[in-house]
């Protein structure tokens, strides 16, 4: 079964602070991850997608098959960046599972 | 076209009651799901189409709880004899199919349902 671990419901760092935010998966397949974000107000968004390795809004997220997981690092948080984030897995014909989401807020 | 669209925003309904609710994907996708999000949870998948076509509902939360897409177009998902346990947001997406440069799921607004 596919599943979607995300450990810190809540992630409080300082402007200008590293963020790291923790996502494991379970799936016996090929998996596709992505991290979609919630700014307050605002509908859910996909923010990035391991296969285009991009770097969005300065975030980054290696997909690392060895660990099953798919953190997501930003090397200085801005206040903008405070948002609901969720990791999700994809890879089959069915729809997303995500995972239950952690809170980020930057604080100045 | 300013994204996937969903209708009502919010309903509040008795227990017992049907709901139906409606989703406008974006015009050139033919891939359409529906999620359902409880507070402090991610979304989760219930069901999705490619055109009128419904490929998946064993994740339909029970028999209550159907959806249609006639003509390939927009959605409805219908809950019948609702009970307290069925508020939640009801989401829809729509993407492109899997193969395409491009198949990210957009997300509609979401619609706020409220059973007393």
């Known amino acids: 079964a596919q599943r979607v671990t995300q450990p810190e419901k809540l992630l409080s760092v300082f402007k200008g602070a590293p963020v790291e935010l923790k996502c494991n998966y379970s799936y016996s397949g090929s998996p596709e991850l992505f991290w979609y974000v919630q700014y307050s107000r605002q509908r859910l968004q996909l923010l990035l997608r391991h296969i285009s390795r991009e770097s969005i809004k300065g975030f980054t997220a290696d997909l690392n098959k060895g660990e099953t997981s798919f953190h997501l690092k930003k090397p200085f948080a801005q206040e903008e960046d405070s948002a609901m984030y969720y990791c999700a897995l994809g890879g089959g014909a069915d729809g997303l599972t995500f995972g239950k989401g952690t809170h980020l807020i930057i604080q100045p | ?116």
């Open chain 2, 1 to 116: 076209d300013t994204g996937v669209s969903q209708d009502p925003r919010h309903k509040i309904t008795k227990r017992g009651q049907n709901v139906t609710f409606r989703c406008d994907p974006i015009s050139e996708h033919n891939r359409l799901y529906w999620y359902r999000q409880t507070l402090g949870q991610g979304p989760e998948f219930l069901t999705y189409f490619q055109n009128e076509a419904q490929l998946e509902k064993s994740r339909l939360l029970s028999d209550r709880f159907s959806a249609e897409r006639p003509k390939g177009s927009f959605s409805t998902l219908e809950i019948q004899r609702t009970e307290q346990g069925d508020s939640a947001m009801y989401l829809c997406a729509s993407s492109l199919p899997p193969g395409t440069a491009s198949n990210e799921q957009y997300f509609g607004p979401g619609t706020r349902l409220t059973v007393t």
